[in-house]
DNA sequence: CTGTTAGCGCATTCAC
DNA sequence: GTGAATGCGCTAACAG
């Protein structure tokens, strides 16, 4: 509410022009020690912040907006990250910002080498980042480190890179929700748990996976509640294969009142559940996607674990716009999401986003 | 990306200069009919947007934006929504808004009377109303409606005015979400439920409480599980008298399992079952009050219903901003808030604020 | 009723 | 190394 300090009002008390203090805000150089000094002091007395409104406008530059990404799908997670950025887009439409997709193949290493490897060439002022494996997206950070390309992180963050910011999921923490939710779901019950897999292995967001188990798995140890988890797989590409599976499955474990699928194919076996007539069995997998949502408002799913894709991409745009024009990184780099559970009947609130 | 149009190119294609342009976009009055019209057809046609950069930063009006509500007490609800007001104003430091607070007694109906009717002559621009009352709310509106001055509501609505805006949950829907939580939280089970009100009656959020109520209800007749939900009272303001309370509660009804406190005083509750280590009931209450944080962290609250004031009130300034300095009105008017369900895992994420 | 114009605060260019 | 000058798109005051 006190009114803002001025770069003129600065070079006045410092005793410079108003070029001076503009050229120290920006580390361009070419200025005397003695005016550095004297500016910088004034700078932290008087707490001085950029006025983001006549920076934006004064900025004529186009900002180049590189995102890489797997594949969006629409209504799918990738399709809902993209949401979050084109809103962001919007959001600054009064900037010139150019944003230009680099999408991969999330199962295909090779599609994902070449994507990342023309992204330089497309000489971007920043990057956007949904990093599927590991070492391709090390060698593009070791680039665009070198290149000083700040770059972001979306989903997942690839360790030794030095992004600007990361908006990701703590997939152990999904891990224990999960645990909890099983086990909330059977108080005093003699029920057992199943956990699903994908019998897709390898690639794709594997590793969030993984670290959805160890995070279950993590849980009921500490917990020694002596409640039994079967842990079994289902194949993603043969349905019929899929029902087979399952329907086995349960027949052989038939203490098994909750199953957890740790990707976003619960819909999967949700549906395969309803088509015979299963309604005693809890299901709580992830993200919502089209297909989970629908599930849930079926009640063939009781809840789904969602990570807010749609504010990752929005914020990973809204920071690397402050990263470029304000030269403003935040102090926390990473940002973990909330895990939000949702449930046939809160699942309506979370069709209005509420991003901003 | 497309470039955005200017008010200047707006002028040149209606044949009219850039002053008429902004007369007519600020319906500030003085333009002829032809020229109204003129533009406004070119309005439509180029989609014209603000650039609310320059427009921001020629603005040298101050907006005094009154808030209106409850008592804000730090950590609890009103608390809460004021942190996220503050927030705003944070974010939009490079208007100069200036913020007063008016606040009330939430039990006290002469008190909101007395703040209510000194609102106008403190000269705001915008108000922003937490109701209670909804008679009191409803002469203000009138008067604020009669001067043109906007406003919002944030938490709930009064029927009857005409709010530029408004941010409040669905507390039929939360009360919906309770029951479902009540029912996945003892599944094939011969466990009884329970709803916790509270002794006092008549004002408060008491209108939100009643509609919490008849949303379980409405639920529970829907599922027509056989289900039985007991009602209960507690006292409010002695402590001894509401242990007694519980525990007699709990004696005549052993097959309670699963209590709901549709207010924000779980927390006692819990904390009574606590010191008594009662541990195998399921505590369900509203509002993520450090209170009820603490009890989901000791784990004697199983979920809270949260219903992001925090959002209300960033949202509630923004939206304000927005009327007055760009004269758009939203289509919709009323928003609705996401209705998160928190449990001890995923509680640290709804920690940091991801207002924007 | 309408056109003109002087800033708003900052980034940037160009003389000095 | 540094200061002065210009323009971004819009608002608001003023002259007609």
Same mark, same amino acid.
């Given at each position: 509410?006190a009114k803002?300090?001025?770069?003129?009002?600065?070079?006045q008390?410092?005793?410079? %022009?108003p070029?001076? +203090?503009? @050229?120290? &805000?920006?580390?361009? #150089?070419?200025?005397s020690?003695s %005016?550095?000094?004297a +500016?910088e @002091?004034v &700078?932290a007395?008087? #707490?001085?912040?950029?006025?983001?409104h006549t920076?934006?406008i004064s900025?004529k530059k186009?900002?180049r907006?590189?995102?890489?990404?797997?594949?969006a799908v629409?209504?799918?997670y990738?399709?809902?990250v993209?949401?979050g950025?084109e809103?962001?887009?919007?959001?600054?439409?009064?900037?010139?910002?150019?944003?230009?997709y680099a999408?991969y193949?999330q199962f295909?290493?090779y599609?994902?080498?070449s994507?990342?490897r023309s992204?330089l060439?497309?000489?971007p002022n920043?990057?956007?980042?949904?990093?599927t494996?590991?070492?391709e997206t090390?060698?593009l950070?070791?680039?665009?480190?070198n290149?000083?390309?700040?770059y972001a992180?979306?989903d997942?963050?690839v360790?030794?890179?030095k992004?600007v910011?990361?908006?990701s999921s703590?997939?152990?923490a999904?891990?224990?929700?999960v645990?909890?939710?099983l086990?909330l779901?059977?108080?005093?019950?003699?029920?057992?748990?199943a956990v699903?897999?994908?019998?897709?292995t390898?690639?794709?967001r594997a590793t969030n996976?993984?670290?959805?188990i160890?995070?279950?798995?993590?849980y009921?140890n500490?917990?020694k509640s002596g409640?039994t988890?079967?842990e079994?797989?289902?194949?993603?590409?043969?349905?019929?294969?899929s029902?087979k599976?399952?329907?086995?499955?349960l027949n052989?474990?038939?203490k098994?009142?909750?199953?957890?699928?740790?990707n976003?194919?619960?819909?999967i076996?949700?549906?395969?559940?309803a088509s015979?007539?299963i309604?005693?069995?809890?299901i709580?997998?992830?993200?919502l996607?089209?297909?989970?949502?629908?599930c849930?408002?079926?009640g063939?799913?009781?809840?789904?674990?969602c990570q807010?894709?749609e504010l990752?991409?929005?914020h990973a745009?809204k920071s690397?716009?402050?990263?470029?024009?304000?030269?403003?990184r935040d102090?926390?780099?990473?940002?973990f999401?909330?895990a939000?559970?949702?449930?046939?009947e809160?699942?309506?609130?979370?069709?209005e986003?509420?991003?901003?």
């Amino acid at each position: 509410m006190a009114k803002q300090v001025t770069i003129k009002e600065i070079a006045q008390m410092a005793g410079v %022009s108003p070029g001076t +203090v503009d @050229r120290i &805000l920006h580390n361009r #150089g070419n200025v005397s020690a003695s %005016s550095t000094e004297a +500016v910088e @002091r004034v &700078l932290a007395a008087t #707490g001085y912040k950029y006025n983001i409104h006549t920076s934006a406008i004064s900025l004529k530059k186009t900002y180049r907006i590189i995102i890489a990404i797997p594949t969006a799908v629409k209504g799918e997670y990738w399709g809902i990250v993209q949401l979050g950025i084109e809103r962001a887009i919007e959001e600054y439409s009064d900037i010139n910002i150019q944003c230009e997709y680099a999408f991969y193949n999330q199962f295909d290493i090779y599609s994902c080498r070449s994507s990342f490897r023309s992204i330089l060439d497309r000489n971007p002022n920043a990057v956007i980042i949904g990093a599927t494996f590991a070492s391709e997206t090390a060698i593009l950070c070791e680039k665009l480190d070198n290149a000083g390309i700040p770059y972001a992180f979306v989903d997942s963050v690839v360790e030794g890179t030095k992004p600007v910011v990361t908006y990701s999921s703590d997939q152990n923490a999904c891990g224990r929700i999960v645990g909890r939710l099983l086990e909330l779901f059977s108080p005093g019950y003699d029920a057992e748990f199943a956990v699903f897999g994908s019998r897709r292995t390898g690639n794709e967001r594997a590793t969030n996976s993984m670290s959805r188990i160890s995070g279950l798995l993590e849980y009921f140890n500490e917990r020694k509640s002596g409640r039994t988890i079967k842990e079994s797989k289902i194949s993603v590409l043969d349905p019929e294969e899929s029902e087979k599976d399952i329907l086995r499955f349960l027949n052989d474990n038939p203490k098994v009142k909750c199953i957890a699928i740790l990707n976003s194919r619960g819909y999967i076996i949700a549906d395969i559940l309803a088509s015979h007539s299963i309604e005693d069995i809890n299901i709580v997998s992830f993200d919502l996607t089209t297909n989970n949502s629908r599930c849930l408002e079926e009640g063939s799913i009781a809840a789904v674990i969602c990570q807010r894709p749609e504010l990752q991409g929005f914020h990973a745009v809204k920071s690397l716009i402050h990263a470029l024009l304000y030269n403003v990184r935040d102090k926390d780099i990473h940002h973990f999401m909330p895990a939000d559970i949702i449930i046939r009947e809160n699942l309506m609130f979370y069709q209005e986003i509420f991003i901003n």
